[in-house]
């Protein structure tokens, strides 16, 4: 296992493994965090879909905040670039907090954009253009399969979100 905290400036490595396999291990969960890494400042950041599938399986599963699940690339991409039609300036900054296995990694991220755009609400109603900035923490948990991710489970608070997108008060 790896793990990487960057505010406290925390490297760990624990392996479970024989000797002759640990190196093994260790490199595919340092693998596995650079891709994601590579993924979410760079590719999502920069808005660089031809190259989701560098990162992730043409069936990956995904499990979204609010409670739905998508199947496929295209359904992924398709809602990465909706989170662009409201704020297009969206990003995220760094993550603060890494961890993987051979299998499975994680990442706590910081994600912040501006809202220059309406907001269409799922009651079909539009909210307009505030101005404001938002910046949230994110979490991912993503399971590895072939050296792409198959499976994620993406996290933050939807209620501090559509607040700072001006949709809740």
């Given amino acids: 296992m790896y793990a ?3 505010g406290a400036g925390m490297i760990c490595c624990c392996l479970s493994v024989p000797a002759f396999a640990a190196k093994s291990a260790e490199q595919l969960a340092l693998e596995n965090i650079e891709k994601l ?9 920069r808005q660089q879909w031809d190259r989701v599938k560098d990162a992730y399986a043409t069936n990956v599963v995904v499990h ?11 359904a992924y991409i398709d809602d990465l670039k909706a989170m662009f039609a409201v704020a297009p300036d969206t990003r995220i900054r760094q993550h ?3 961890i993987a296995s051979a299998e499975w990694s994680s990442v706590i ?6 809202v220059t755009r309406p907001l269409r609400t799922s009651d079909g109603k539009t909210v307009q253009p505030t101005g404001k900035r938002f910046n949230m923490l994110f979490s991912k ?8 991710i198959d499976e994620e489970y993406f996290f933050w608070d939807n209620l501090l979100f559509t607040q700072q997108l001006g949709v809740n008060k």
């Fill in 4 to 6: 990487r905290a960057f």
């Fill in 37 to 45: 890494q590579t993924f979410n400042l760079e590719v999502f950041s």
């Fill in 64 to 74: 979204w905040p609010d409670g739905r699940e998508t199947k496929g690339i295209q």
């Fill in 96 to 98: 603060v907090m890494q």
């Fill in 109 to 114: 991220g910081i994600m912040e954009g501006t």
């Fill in 141 to 148: 948990v993503n399971h590895w399969k072939g050296g792409l």
